[in-house]
């Protein structure tokens, strides 16, 4: 099965994948997504929509999500898949699990094209309707890899949609952008981000949010900056926001903390 939403393919391939497990229609599963953009076409393309980065001379520091002076992102290549397993024939096995793919949500903004409502709205659905297929509340998550792109509209409506979703705890959940280490992956952004996340609970740490100096007032999360953040993390979610207004989130949980839950896993 191919998913094709833009920017959000690869969050809602492993949220396809995760729905096949519940409906029994398989027990292992290969999901992910890649893309390869850096081609004449596609960055005149990102060139035109005023997308892209125009800092050439300092490109190490060119995508900076959250910062007051970003001006776009930097598309990068790349792809991420998941090995996914049913939970119960995982254990069995005596496989190592890296974390327990808990939930997946989705929703469409019906606002522009290639911008994200200013309030969050249509992201704000998303975030809320994957913690609930998670069972998980606010306050069991400890890291959000964020979409994070960069450009002014995307992190000051995620911003909005964050702090909606998490009120008064916001301050307790670490947020980062890893594409500002590794650009935009576009349709691979997602599936290569869910495997961050994987990752950061795996090792207990999560990444920086890179070239963050100036802080945009308009962005005031709890930001991991100047340093990768080690601590335990229960919970774990993924933003992946595509063109055209889809918008995709997936809840990735501690292996520790699901034995006992219940109900169909991968």
Known sequence: MAVHTACASGGQALGTALKLFRRG???????????SMVSPIGVSSFILLSA??????????ASRPFDITRNGFVLGEGAGFLVLEEWESARRRGVRIYAELAGDGNSLSSYRITDSPPDGDGPIQAMRAALADAGASTTDVDYLNAHGTSTGMNDRSETAAIRAVFGAGVDKVSVSS???TMGHLI???????????????HHGEMPVNANLVDRDPECDLNIVAGGPRRQKVRVAMSNSFGFGGSNSCIVLRHPAEV?????ERA
């Open 187 to 201: 349709a691979a952004a997602g599936a290569v981000e869910g495997a961050v996340c994987a990752l950061a609970i």
């Open 259 to 263: 034995d006992g839950i219940g109900g």
């Open 178 to 180: 890893t594409k500002s």
């Open 52 to 61: 892209l980065s125009t800092d050439n001379d300092t490109p190490q520091r």
């Open 25 to 35: 229609a398989v027990d292992f599963a290969l999901a992910g997504g890649f893309d």
